[in-house]
């Protein structure tokens, strides 16, 4: 009876080979996926004959597959390098769908975007301005018709946006007016105080790192000595007065303030010539589980975050002397979702050129240090955990600064190893602290 049953187990496996040639699967099945799906669309004028010329070539390629044997080298190495050249025709073909689908939009034809957007592609939109553009477009127009590849595309990029959020800054906004006091027990606020005749606004920043304020002014019979109120840096625990309005002609006046600020500094000019360590003990090592430009979460506004994969209680380290501005060690929850974004027990450093770093997912009572000190390149700040809107124990680490619309913007940095100078961490690499 074994024997029966082993028997027919080499015939379906036999049988089944020949569908389909298995060898260098990972290159092949994309590309011979793609093909049906190629089929729909390939009546357009405009791809036809490049999406024609593909499907040829993948079904030739298919076929010489699966007449190869798996010992001949020579055979083995061809069919290689036509999966290869098919590799190169495909991303072409790509390429044109992506031109097609940019051009539909600019031309208002919602019937070419959902046939050229609906359809199973290996990369269909990877490209991140592409995608922004399809999605808004999508939007304006999906109440006349609906598109099951998209809806999943739009739930998709709204989890990573909540995944984002996590690590970048939000901004908080008030207002004053000539009839409104102020509030001094927020952590930032404007002051007016009258200097003789005139009103002198101050602003008052009471957190213990910088920040960027942002003021609009509305005023009546009152002039300003600054046309313009708008963005300015202020420095941790530090006041300074802003503007001041002068009464014109002695009749009744008012005004009103509205401001905005949010941490880090608009004068930023981040030293790219620093080295920074490795934010684990030396002569460890760690794997990138996603690097820059990471195609799951690492786009955008987080485009040069790092993830180290480590497991919980592993010891952290700063990257670079600063000053502790931020930290919250009293969470013990994770897990994917945005209810958990605001669990991620995190450190903050301020540096010595106004740029930030973030030590995300902390254990819970997993932060070493205090809001205030110093403290120098190496020196414990924590330990590892799974925290926050996290799949998996790992250090989310992060250099940022303001970009000119006042928005976190993460940066590229360079780490020391024990082997090179790291200036764009691998996904899937292992690095040794030095």
Request: with cysteine.
């Amino acid at each position: 009876m074994c024997r029966v049953f082993f028997f027919l187990f080499l015939l379906f496996s036999s049988i089944y080979a020949q569908n389909y040639p298995i060898l260098y699967e990972h290159l092949a099945t994309p590309l011979y996926n793609s093909m049906n799906s190629l089929k729909k669309i390939s009546d357009r004028e405009d791809i036809n004959k490049t999406c024609a010329s593909f499907i040829t070539n993948a079904e030739q390629t298919l076929q010489f597959g699966k007449n190869i044997d798996a010992n001949d080298t020579s055979l083995t190495k061809e069919y290689l390098l036509r999966l290869r050249k098919l590799q190169t025709e495909y991303n072409h073909t790509l390429h044109l769908i992506h031109k097609q689908i940019s051009k539909s939009i600019d031309e208002d034809d919602y019937e070419k975007f959902l046939q050229l957007t609906n359809c199973e592609l290996d990369g269909l939109l990877q490209n991140r301005a592409l995608l922004d553009a399809s999605l808004g477009f999508y939007e304006k127009k999906k109440k006349n018709k609906k598109s099951a590849f998209l809806e999943k595309q739009a739930e998709k990029f709204k989890l990573i946006e909540e995944y984002q959020n996590e690590f970048i800054n939000a901004s908080v906004t008030d207002s004053i007016d000539s009839s409104k006091k102020a509030k001094k027990q927020e952590l930032v606020y404007l002051e007016a105080k009258k200097v003789g005749k005139e009103i002198a606004i101050y602003a008052y920043n009471n957190n213990p790192y910088t920040v960027t304020i942002n003021i609009k002014a509305d005023f009546t019979n009152l002039k300003s000595d600054k046309a313009k109120l708008s963005s300015f840096t202020l420095g941790a625990n530090a006041n300074v007065e802003c503007t001041r309005f002068a009464p014109i002609n002695g009749n009744a006046y008012s005004y009103a303030l509205e401001y905005t600020w949010i941490l880090g500094s608009q004068n930023a000019l981040h030293d790219d010539s620093y080295i920074y360590r490795l934010p684990f003990s030396i002569g460890s090592s760690h794997i990138v589980s996603q690097g820059y430009n990471g195609g799951k979460t690492h786009f955008g506004s987080s485009r040069y975050a790092i993830d180290f994969a480590m497991n919980v209680g592993t010891k952290i380290y700063a990257a670079r002397e600063g000053k502790v501005v931020k930290t919250k060690a009293d969470s013990n929850i994770g897990g994917i979702g945005k209810e958990y974004s605001k669990h991620g027990n995190f450190v903050t450093i301020e540096h010595s050129d106004k740029t930030f770093a973030t030590y995300y997912h902390l254990k819970q009572n997993g932060v070493a240090v205090s809001v205030g000190s110093t403290v120098k390149r190496g020196d414990l700040l924590g330990y590892s955990g799974n925290t926050g809107y996290s799949s998996g124990p790992h250090l989310h680490f992060a250099v940022f600064t303001l970009d000119n619309n006042l928005k976190t913007q993460t940066l590229p940095v360079k780490f020391k190893s024990v082997n090179m100078v790291v200036d764009n961490p691998q996904k899937g690499s292992s690095y040794k602290a030095l």
